[in-house]
């Protein structure tokens, strides 16, 4: 049996005249969209575009849920309470699913963006708070997430679907963590780079560390970052390079 992976990109993060990324040839390539949610980037008439033009590529939809941080990009630590982080994370979903709707598709699970990520890893109310408002408003859409996180862990416990997620361009810590983007080398931007390391993750279920060890990784989903320099040719190059290595892409949803 051929291995099988889902591809995923952060788009709709555009704002009005400012433009971010290429959504349209970004979505000819991945299988999953992590639509932004309007409360780190994206406005209306953004998200109706880019779910239009996921719909029309065959592409899932996930609403990308963050803090509300538009001016820092959701990628500042927000100390809301967990009622607060909950009915916020209610409200992104809500408005996506509408927007999703008007565009004749529909949201088919959730992913945390940014500081919200990275900080459900470890920080349990707000952990907390995006699987309860999941399980509120829908409790069959899948949590997207590192694998290992109290957000997975959380989600499980309560019955909701996990899906463990790896990075295409961001480099990694010996523990399996992220580094962080203010570290030198935190973002990778050479496609045969990217490519290869994602085929490793797949086909041996490893990836190479910042300080060269290899960490092993279980992948359902692989997120290529939308917004990163090269992000098109990036795309292009793990998707063939997926293919010729007997990989199939296939949405987890």
């Excluded at 009005?16 to 959504?23: K, N, V």
């Excluded at 509408?98 to 920080?123: D, E, F, R, W």
């Excluded at 060890?213 to 290529?224: A, E």
């Excluded at 795309?235 to 010729?244: D, E, P, Q, W």
């Amino acid at each position: 049996m051929s291995a099988r992976v889902d591809l995923n990109s952060d788009v709709g993060e555009s704002f009005g005249r400012w433009q971010l990324g290429d959504d349209d040839a970004v979505l000819e390539v991945v299988s999953s969209a992590n639509v932004a949610c309007g409360f780190h980037a994206g406005d209306p008439s953004t998200l109706a575009r880019t779910c239009r033009s996921a719909r029309e590529n065959g592409v899932r939809i996930g609403a990308q849920v963050s803090y509300r941080d538009l001016a820092g990009f959701g990628r500042r630590f927000v100390d809301a309470t967990q009622t607060e982080l909950t009915d916020d994370v209610v409200y992104q979903i809500g408005g996506l699913q509408a927007i999703a709707h008007a565009a004749g598709s529909v949201v088919s699970y959730v992913k945390p963006h940014g500081a919200l990520y990275n900080t459900a890893v470890h920080h349990e109310q707000h952990a907390r708070a995006v699987v309860d408002a999941v399980a509120a408003v829908d409790p069959a859409l899948p949590i997207l997430g590192l694998p290992g996180s109290l957000l997975l862990e959380i989600a499980a416990q309560r019955g909701v679907r996990t899906v463990r997620e790896a990075f295409a361009d961001r480099a990694y810590q010996s523990d399996g963590t992220l580094v962080s983007r203010r570290e030198p080398g935190a973002v990778l931007d050479d496609p045969e780079l990217v490519a290869e390391r994602v085929v490793r993750m797949i086909t041996d279920g490893v990836v190479e560390s910042i300080d060269g060890r290899d960490v092993r990784l279980d992948v359902d989903s692989v997120c290529l970052h939308g917004d990163s320099p090269g992000a098109v040719a990036m795309s292009i190059a793990t998707r063939a390079s997926l293919v010729a290595a007997g990989v199939e892409i296939v949405p987890f949803t």
